[in-house]
């Protein structure tokens, strides 16, 4: 079974940085992709980034420039490096991993970006 456990998760202000690990109960490699989500309240779950088994990576828009998902394969982890938050980066953040046509998901970690 699949585990997927989430830490770093905290309260920052505008402008910090936050560093999201999600260590893997196996390699990482046994994936398609792994990535992070985040779900803000009334709104849906949305992708933030995503790294594939090549390397390749995937941002959406609101954050290119400012977050940075990268892997250590050692320690089964991927992490999510976030700069220059905003208080709209606030929200749960979820470490997702693909393999073939399953999803699995972590049990998040919430985000908080005071003015």
């Known amino acids: 079974q699949v585990q997927l456990v989430e830490s770093g998760g905290g309260l920052v202000q505008a402008g910090g940085s936050l560093r999201l690990s999600c260590a893997a109960s196996?390699?990482?490699?046994?994936?398609?992709?792994m990535g992070w989500y985040r779900q803000a309240p009334g709104k849906q779950r949305e992708l933030v980034a995503q790294?594939?088994?090549?390397?390749?990576?995937n941002y959406a828009d609101s954050v290119k420039g400012r977050f940075a998902i990268f892997r250590d394969s050692a320690k089964n982890t991927v992490y999510l490096q976030m700069n220059s938050l905003k208080p709209e980066d606030t929200a749960a953040y979820y470490c997702?991993?693909?393999?073939?046509?399953?999803?699995?998901w972590g049990q998040g970690t919430q985000v908080t970006v005071s003015s």
């Open positions: 790294i594939f088994s090549g390397g390749s990576t």
């Open positions: 997702a991993a693909d393999r073939v046509q399953t999803r699995y």
């Open positions: 196996g390699s990482i490699f046994s994936f398609n992709a």
